[in-house]
């Protein structure tokens, strides 16, 4: 967001005027965490406000670095990557290493994906600002943060309870407004929010998942790893006429974990 302030010709009125200038900083920010859900802390250090970041310049690293040589053109994305604090998604022990250039564990046996393939995976879902997107394992909550700066709406679910809550409440201290957290079992998808403009899965299933290709809205777009001991991305799109079909580099993410269904004694 850029601020700016208007300028008068009078000397006289000239400190009065800079008095103004915090008060209109903190109201504009204000309203911008109320009506543009994805505008969040960093915005107002961007803009000159008195809230630092002393980790901005690894984030611009980080994009210089690794995004565009990583072939990353969406000039949206790569603003989203610029803005979103990922050292904010990574555990404490972990915080020194949050813009490197590899994934990092979170706890419970999964991960925070590397950031090049974080942007590209969300680059291909060609995403323009109005759309209502599914992310399957919320994770930490870094994607669905990126997600939430492109989007109009994300949902996003999560398994593994400590997990989720902990991405929900630093998604809500980011303030971010637009953004739906679920505990549960992913691989039905949200079928009461669905169709989906897009829908993202950051853990890898055997097979893709007939829910989520159900749940897809016509022009949408699902883009997951899939695979056991060898693993691709596949995007689907579907069109007025059918999916189809595009398998994309070989990657290497955590299985995506279901809910286990509750034990049977089938002993009288």
Request: with cysteine; net charge negative.
């Amino acid at each position: 967001m850029t601020l700016a302030t208007a300028t008068h010709s009078s000397v006289m009125q000239e400190n009065h005027n800079r008095s103004l200038v915090p008060a209109i900083l903190w109201a504009i920010l204000t309203l911008c965490v109320v009506l543009m859900p994805g505008c969040g802390e960093q915005d107002l250090e961007s803009s000159g406000g008195s809230i630092e970041d002393p980790r901005r310049s690894e984030r611009h690293r980080m994009v210089d670095e690794q995004i565009i040589p990583g072939g990353v053109r969406d000039p949206r994305v790569i603003a989203a990557m610029r803005r979103v604090p990922r050292h904010r998604f990574v555990p404490d022990e972990y915080a020194l290493e949050a813009y490197a250039d590899n994934a990092l564990p979170i706890g419970h046996k999964q991960t925070i994906s590397q950031p090049v393939l974080v942007a590209s995976m969300t680059e291909s879902l060609k995403l323009t600002g109005h759309e209502k997107v599914l992310e399957i394992g919320t994770g930490s909550g870094y994607q669905a943060a990126i997600l939430a700066e492109l989007a109009r709406q994300v949902y996003t679910i999560e398994l593994v309870e400590p997990l989720g809550r902990r991405a929900a409440a630093v998604l809500t201290e980011l303030g971010y407004r637009n953004i739906v957290t679920r505990i549960g079992d992913g691989y039905h998808g949200w079928p009461e929010e669905a169709p989906f403009d897009a829908i993202i899965v950051t853990a890898a299933p055997p097979d893709v998942p007939q829910p989520l290709l159900d749940q897809l809205a016509i022009g949408g777009r699902l883009i997951l790893p899939v695979g056991e001991a060898s693993q691709y991305l596949v995007l689907y799109h579907r069109t007025p006429s059918g999916l189809e079909f595009t398998r994309l580099e070989p990657v290497r993410f955590v299985p995506l974990v279901r809910e286990t269904p509750p034990h049977r004694d089938d002993h009288p």
